[in-house]
């Protein structure tokens, strides 16, 4: 059973930095890419970020470039996105999701966690 | 960037009925659309990948359907455990955008 779990959210003073990891389980993570997706409150989704199996190709989303960077540990089997320089409106759920093999469509997604950022 | 326009924003139906939600893309994007359900305080789930292909474990009631810059997604009975809201995604290109949701209501 595939398995995604995000840990790392909180509440974070404007300015600040959080690292947000997801675990992953049931499936043999280095050979699927990987992302980030953000909801803020009341919203819709937002695609983050990206990153390929081997680590070798990463995307991301405007709002974020330069201010976050993603990455993944294939022998821990764990995603991360550290985030700087965080404003208020980067305050929202922020769920990890696997990629279906050979396309960027989301298979499975963890619970979220949510990060507040607020002075 | 590819915007995705869904249409309506939200819908108000009754059990059994015939509900169609369409997305469109601002460019070609082939068949590079999925669709998703989400409900409160849940991730989304996905249902349709590659536009027309029913993920494994969804029901039959929804399909997908559409290919370039157009696209629909029908649910043909709606059920109780359907109210949510749905969004398209598209994956042609980076960045990844979905569309702004449609919320289907019970009527």
């Known amino acids: 059973e595939v398995q995604l779990l995000e840990s790392g959210g909180g509440l974070v003073q404007p300015g600040g930095s959080l690292r947000l990891s997801c675990a992953a389980s049931g499936f043999t993570f280095s050979s699927f890419a990987m992302n980030w997706v953000r909801q803020a409150p009341g919203k819709g989704l937002e695609w983050v970020s990206g990153i390929v199996g081997s680590g070798g190709s990463i995307n991301y989303a405007d709002s974020v470039k330069g201010r976050f960077t993603i990455s993944r540990d294939n022998s821990k089997n764990t995603l991360y996105v550290q985030m700087n320089s965080l404003r208020d409106e980067d305050t929202a759920v922020y769920f990890c999701a696997k990629a279906r093999s050979g396309s960027w469509q989301f298979d499975y997604w963890g619970q979220g966690t949510l990060v507040t950022v607020s002075s | 960037d590819i915007q995705m326009t869904q249409s309506p924003s939200s819908v108000s139906a009754s059990v059994g009925d015939r509900v169609t939600i369409t997305c469109r893309a601002s460019?070609?994007?082939?068949?590079?659309l999925a669709w998703y359900q989400q409900k409160p305080g849940k991730a989304p789930k996905l249902l349709i990948y590659?536009?027309?292909s029913l993920q494994s474990g969804v029901p039959s009631r929804f399909s997908g359907s559409g290919s370039g810059t157009d696209f629909t997604l029908i649910i043909s009975s709606l059920q109780p455990e359907d109210f949510a809201t749905y969004y398209c995604q598209q994956s042609n290109s980076f960045p990844l955008t979905f569309g702004g949701g449609t919320k289907v209501e019970i009527k």
């Open positions: 460019q070609g994007i082939s068949n590079w």
């Open positions: 590659a536009a027309s």
